[in-house]
T-cell receptor
Framework: SQTIHQWPATLVQPVGSPLSLECTVEGTSNPNLYWYRQAAGRGLQLLFY??????ISSEVPQNLSASRPQDRQFILSSKKLLLSDSGFYLCAWSRGAVDEKLFFGSGTQLSVL | EDQVTQSPEALRLQEGESSSLNCSYTVSGLRGLFWYRQDPGKGPEFLFT???AGEEKEKERLKATLTKKESFLHITAPKPEDSATYLCAVPLGASGGSYIPTFGRGTSLIVHP
């Protein structure tokens, strides 16, 4: 069966510090991978998605970046965090077809102080 | 412009009091409408996918229906354990010809015993 791992679960970082969130998927190959952010009381905002190794698409301009160094590994990074980067970050995967459901990780609650 | 809108934002019910949540969408060529359930501090979990107007799917006390412009999530005789945020999502066209799962803001449901 397929599983998705996302860590850490909680993170408190000062403004201006770097960020690295990691997500790995097991039990499938060549998944589509996604990073979403959920602000308090709001819906899920897509940040990045990837359909293959090294292929990253960004939906929202910001100071975040994403990388996919391996088929089932997706990393969200920032060189310098802003207060506005606080939120609940979710990694997700789906099979290749457009009409496939998403499987989400457990999320990372990021607080930038 | 393609978009996904959910209503109401919040809903409080007494145990056993049936109601419906709404998800309206404007998109040309629907490629599926997805319902998810999200518990506090966790990632969303898939509930249903609907593809064509008139389609219905059921799971325990939940039934999802679809028309050409909206979907309803009917909750029959809800229990406190049904309390959660319910999200709907539709694949919308993005740059490069991809389709991205795009979420509404969700409906926060609280069922009181």
């Amino acid at each position: 069966s397929q599983t998705i791992h996302q860590w850490p679960a909680t993170l408190v970082q000062p403004v201006g510090s770097p960020l690295s969130l990691e997500c790995t998927v097991e039990g499938t190959s060549n998944p589509n991978l996604y990073w979403y952010r959920q602000a308090a009381g709001r819906g899920l905002q897509l940040l990045f998605y990837s359909v293959g190794i090294g292929q990253i698409s960004s939906e929202v301009p910001q100071n975040l970046s994403a990388s996919r160094p391996q088929d089932r590994q997706f990393i969200l990074s920032s060189k310098k965090l802003l207060l506005s980067d606080s939120g609940f970050y979710l990694c997700a995967w789906s099979r290749g077809a457009v009409d496939e459901k998403l499987f989400f990780g457990s999320g990372t609650q990021l607080s930038v102080l | 412009e393609d978009q996904v809108t959910q209503s109401p934002e919040a809903l409080r019910l007494q145990e056993g009091e049936s109601s419906s949540l709404n998800c309206s969408y404007t998109v040309s060529g629907l490629r599926g409408l997805f319902w998810y359930r999200q518990d506090p501090g966790k990632g969303p979990e898939f509930l249903f996918t609907l593809y064509s107007a008139g389609e219905e799917k059921e799971k325990e006390r939940l039934k999802a229906t679809l028309t050409k412009k909206e979907s309803f999530l009917h909750i029959t005789a809800p229990k406190p354990e049904d309390s959660a945020t319910y999200l709907c999502a539709v694949p919308l066209g993005a740059s490069g010809g991809s389709y991205i799962p795009t979420f509404g803001r969700g409906t926060s449901l609280i069922v009181h015993p």
